[in-house]
């Protein structure tokens, strides 16, 4: 599909793409470029790219596709170090959870000649690293992409192909759209977890050991979400404020709501907020989004290298 494909950011998403890639043939050439000398060298380790640098300029030189993979926060300054060596006709794209930002931070630095196609894949667990991708992370997730007014049609046929490639179902989105629909589907859940276990930590020392010891299975769900890479959620939260801070307003005035019926008592209003979102889990079954994917069985020593 590609001659050359270089992946900028090798964390879960980058090298799961990576690992995808070579086991799917997508790309004759897969190079890995990341800023941390020892990323590169787990890379080559794990036999999951041709080639790793830590340079950009060279990464980047004659590849067809490249893919950043790094937090929101960064991309920016990714896009002017690779804008001057991209060849004409490649096409660039990236996997981040906020859309417009990337737009508004790459179109700048990117020469005409190069086409910019957003991408978002659904997918994902707590875990980081190059250690911690694997290539079936995005089998049967969607992958959202985003083009331009003026995107080349066939710059976008082929970052679907990828994805589709890669096991994703595809579908296309404004970048606006997309942000509105993320703020509320992945990002307020993060930032509600976010806060709740952030609330458990600063209870008393007693009370917090207790609570630890007897988590239930909501509890231990919003850890998970909690353990997330705390620079790519920052990252999320400050480049989608606007949709965020919609969705966070609504929600409030919705919790305000709960508060109101709980010192009143009134059951009935409880008993329908409770019929109605049960309905919303039978419908993501339906849908077949209720089991995310999960890494193959891990021995005790790659769980702990993980961690």
Known sequence: MFKKVTIIGLGLIGSSMARG?????????????????????KVLELGIADEATTSLKEAVQDADLVVIAVPVGAVEDVGRSIGPYLMPGAIVTDVGS??????DALRPSLPSSVHL???????????SGPEAGFAELFHGRWAIITPLPDSSIKAVEKITALWQGLGSTIEIMDPQHHDLVLGITSHLPHLIAYTIVGTAT?????????????????????????????????????????????????????????????????????????????????????????????APMLSAEDQAERQ
Not at 98 to 103: A, G, H, L, P, Y
Not at 269 to 286: A, D, G, M, N, P
């Open 21 to 41: 890639i070579l086991q799917q043939g997508l790309a004759e050439y897969l190079v890995a470029a990341d800023k941390d000398q020892a990323v590169c060298d």
């Open 98 to 103: 906020v859309k417009q930002s990337v737009v």
């Open 117 to 127: 196609i957003p991408a978002h894949p659904i997918a994902g667990t707590e875990f």
């Open 202 to 294: 600063d209870l008393e020392d007693d009370v917090k050991s207790e609570v630890l010891k007897f988590s239930a299975s909501g509890f231990r769900d919003f850890t998970r979400i909690a353990a997330s890479d705390p620079t790519m959620w920052r990252d999320v939260f400050l480049h989608n404020r606007v949709a965020v801070l919609e969705i966070l307003q609504r929600f409030t005035e919705d919790l305000t709501a709960m508060q109101k019926a709980i010192r009143r008592g009134d059951g009935n209003y409880l008993y329908e907020v409770f019929s109605r979102t049960r309905s919303i889990r039978k419908q993501i079954i339906e849908l077949g989004q209720a089991e995310y994917a999960a």
